[in-house]
């Protein structure tokens, strides 16, 4: 079975800032040579944080920004147009993309992966750090369209954006998306969290897959007062902690009181998921993730688990 995308937002002080890449005569204005732009760099941003510019009358109108949900519509590798996967029973699958704070995310079909995006006002931009998944997926030709797609991105050197959508360049190829679709967050409290990621601080460390898709790993369920912890080889234990509501806020929880719980499960990524919880002192939802932040930045990253919800 499919798994959501695996997101990987940046550490918490930076998430309030969306991404806003100037046209190139704005840019030139602004900045008297070509330095990259972290794409959670709040220098990006124009005055009324709006993502235009109403004063640049010389532009014609901003060039649209590469944040957001994309989905796959064109892949071109090696001078080659590559076709679309397609499922189990037959039909196309559209593999996804989310650029977001520095990071882009997505499934390729049937895994899920993350790394950090650099994108230059010079139209440049690299992809460093992917990670996926290693689910063995079902599917005319999947699993060799995944090879392909992941291949592509780590080999981007440039992008362009025009009202349609956006497009990712490579020496002899491209990827080009169109809008996505618009999630609604995911509430905070009483959905099943299942763990996805594990950071290192600076990104993705590395992906949390399961062997069984329809038993997930490790599940989280939170309240306002406690927090349910569960895997399908140990009894669920259930720990205090202080969460604020909404989709980003404080959070702790008794370390003690946590190792103590957690003591008789030898599932390692329960193990994972309370060192996380340990660490971390807030949280943020983006779309269908949650993510847990420390004072070195991101510590886990869950989704959505659709098989409970």
């Known amino acids: 079975m499919n798994r959501p995308v695996p997101v990987v937002p940046r550490p918490l002080p930076r998430l ?19 330095q990259p732009i972290d794409a959670g760099d709040d220098t990006a941003l124009p005055s009324d944080g709006t993502g ?19 989905v796959l519509e064109r892949l ?76 592509t991105l780590r080999s981007v050197i440039g992008w362009e954006a025009d009202p349609e959508g956006i497009a990712l360049v490579t020496d002899n190829g491209r990827i080009d998306y169109r809008p996505g679709p ?4 995911a509430a905070l409290f009483d959905t099943h969290w299942m763990l996805d990621s594990l950071y290192d601080g600076e ?53 003690d009181e946590l190792a103590t719980a957690a003591a008789d499960c030898t599932n390692p990524n329960v193990a994972s998921l309370v060192e996380g919880l340990g660490v971390s002192s807030s949280y943020l939802i983006d779309d269908q993730r949650l993510v847990f932040v420390g004072l070195e930045g991101e510590t886990i990253g869950l989704i959505v688990d659709v098989v409970a919800d």
């Open 16 to 34: 309030a800032i969306p991404l806003i890449l100037f046209m190139a005569g704005f840019a030139l204005a602004a900045c008297g040579d070509d």
């Open 52 to 70: 235009t510019d109403d004063n640049d009358a010389s532009s014609g109108g901003i060039m649209p920004s590469l944040a957001g949900n994309w």
């Open 76 to 151: 071109e590798a090696d001078g080659q147009m590559v076709s679309l996967p397609r499922g189990e029973d037959g039909r196309e699958i559209a593999p996804t993309a989310t650029i977001e704070l520095g990071e882009i995310r997505g499934d390729s079909g049937c895994n899920s992966f993350g790394g950090r995006i650099d994108i230059g006002e010079d139209g440049s931009a690299t992809i460093t750090d992917l990670a996926n998944t290693e689910m063995a997926c079902l599917g005319e030709g999947l699993m060799d369209f995944e090879q392909v797609y992941l291949s």
């Open 182 to 185: 618009t999630v609604e967050p």
């Open 203 to 255: 990104g993705v460390d590395r992906a949390v897959t399961s062997t069984d898709q329809s038993a997930p790993e490790a599940i989280l369920i939170l309240s306002e007062t406690s927090a349910e912890i569960s895997a399908p080889d140990c009894d669920p234990f259930t720990v205090t902690v202080t969460v604020e509501p909404g989709l980003q806020g404080n959070f702790s929880v008794d370390v």
